[in-house]
């Protein structure tokens, strides 16, 4: 990577930093503290928590802040009138999307429609670069045999997530927008300091055999520090998986259990009882292509063990001591009414929610079926990476793409090619597709082919994604297997 400090005499980047009052943030601006290339100006929304968070960087000296609204185009364009790069970050994540998905569509959607058009009426468009931040939730539930994925997989969004589906959106309009220099990075789980403090129902959607390529917020925020002083040409317009490398890469089980001996906690389940957590319907998978983000960029540095223990020096004094307490304590009065909230998988068993009953665990039969502690089995799924078929030939180059390349990804979709005027290597030019089930919709070649999306009301329609893969082997790669999975 070249060396991007800044020399004597060259001018001080301006980086526009949203979200910058998140986990996220607030560690991307404390690497930023230390970068003297860049000024830092963060977008934010007045609020007293964030004007607390932001107390801590009273005394930063290339930080400034812009109070506004992110569905405020007027504000949007008037931040970013004077910068170099806008590093995306702000969102409504969940559980806060759950809870509000049309606050998380109207955000998430609506500020990357604010940022392109902005940047769109400059002056000069291709003077300022944009980063965008998306998500492993694009691509869902992807458990063994099936745990490896790269950019191209399916994107296939687990039933209720907003946040997810959001992301997806904001993906393709930043894919499709035109603009001179722009990349996307699909975030993993960010492991920082108040990971051991969550309290939510949504951790009882996470199944034990899951896996996730976690990564720290130290790193996380290294990579954007990276990116404000300047990224290599060679990064603009790709897709990016961020993910932690192989030291990162846990099932969900192995986090519960580190978790529990940094907490003290003998046996972790005696917590709870093994039928309380969700075994289907979270996100996350293991990366095949991770190492390529950090190749260009590179940002890691952190470990696991490192980070863990970062998180228990910070958090209070009760939860580092939970092992001391009584586990039936902690199981029946704080555990178990945690999976009976809303949104909660015991909530919707007491409910006979069988909308929620069939996403997180096939249906109640197979509920009753998942059995106690003494037939569990630690969940070790493969580390020999494997590749899905994405339905054309890789190894050509886009700029050779041309009709016949496309006709086959759409048939390995089960669907067609409606364009009649192709030009060879326009893998950026928007055409017409039509998917297996009549559904007409326009996309690059880039967007269907590099990124993995299709059909977008087949996407929004999580429920059916079994029904869909009868019609769609590029979709039934994962689907047959997770439907044999949890049979």
């Known amino acids: 990577m070249p060396d991007v400090r800044r020399r004597p005499g060259q001018p001080r980047r301006r980086v526009l930093l949203t979200g910058a009052t998140g986990n996220w943030g607030r560690a991307t601006l404390r690497e930023l503290r230390e970068r003297d290339a860049v000024d830092v100006i963060a977008f934010v929304k007045r609020t007293a928590a964030d004007e607390r968070a932001l107390v801590e960087f009273a005394d930063m000296t290339n930080l400034s802040v812009v109070w506004g609204d992110l569905t405020d185009y007027t504000a949007v364009r008037d931040a970013i009138a004077n910068v170099d790069a806008v590093l995306h970050v702000g969102a409504v994540v969940s559980p806060l999307a759950d809870e509000h998905p049309a606050l998380a569509r109207k955000v998430n959607v609506g500020s990357m429609q604010n940022i392109i ?19 492993v939730a694009e691509t869902g539930d992807r458990q063994a045999p099936h745990h490896w994925g790269r950019i191209g997989d399916p994107l296939r969004v687990s039933q209720f997530d907003e946040y997810g589906q959001t992301k997806v959106i904001a993906e393709k309009l930043l894919l499709e927008s035109a ?14 300091p108040g990971m051991l403090e969550i309290r939510d129902p949504i951790m009882t959607h996470s199944p034990f055999a899951g896996v996730l390529e976690w990564v720290s917020d130290k790193d996380s925020a290294r990579l954007l520090a990276s990116l404000a002083e300047g990224a290599p040409q060679e990064f603009w317009g790709g897709v990016y998986n961020i993910g932690g490398g192989e030291s990162w890469r846990l099932t969900n089980w ?37 190492d390529r983000l950090n190749d260009l960029i590179p940002f890691r540095a952190d470990t696991f063990a490192d980070a863990l223990s970062r998180a228990l020096d910070a958090a209070p004094g009760s939860v580092r001591s939970a092992g001391k307490v009584p586990a039936w304590i902690v199981k029946n009065l704080v555990m178990k009414p ?12 007491r409910r006979r929610d069988n909308e929620a009953i069939t996403a997180h665990f096939g249906s109640l039969d197979a509920w009753k079926l998942i059995g106690d502690w003494s037939t569990f089995v630690e969940p070790e799924p493969s580390r020999d990476p494997s590749y899905l078929d994405h339905g054309y030939d890789e190894a050509k180059d886009p700029s050779t793409w041309s009709a016949i390349d496309y006709l086959q990804a759409a048939s390995f979709r089960g669907g067609e090619l409606l364009s009649s005027h192709v030009r060879t290597g326009a893998a950026g ?3 017409v597709w039509r998917c297996a089930f009549g559904h007409i919709f326009a996309g690059s070649p880039r967007l269907i082919l590099i990124a993995g999306h299709w059909c977008p009301e087949c996407l929004r329609d999580s429920s059916a994604y079994n029904s869909q893969a009868e019609r769609n082997p590029f979709l039934a790669q994962i689907e047959r297997q997770h439907q044999l999975t949890n049979a």
């Open 338 to 349: 945690l999976t009976l909230k809303d949104r909660g998988t015991m909530d919707a068993i």
């Open 429 to 431: 030019v928007p055409l």
């Open 179 to 192: 603009l001179p220099k722009w990349a996307w990075l699909r975030q993993t789980g960010i492991f920082h």
């Open 117 to 135: 058009r902005a940047v769109k009426a400059l002056p000069d468009p291709a003077r300022v670069e944009v980063v965008g931040i998306g998500s």
């Open 254 to 290: 192995q986090l519960q259990t580190a978790i529990g001996d940094a907490m003290g906690v003998r046996d972790i389940r005696t917590w709870y009882d093994r039928n309380w957590f969700a075994t289907q319907n979270f996100h996350g998978h293991w990366y095949t292509d991770s």
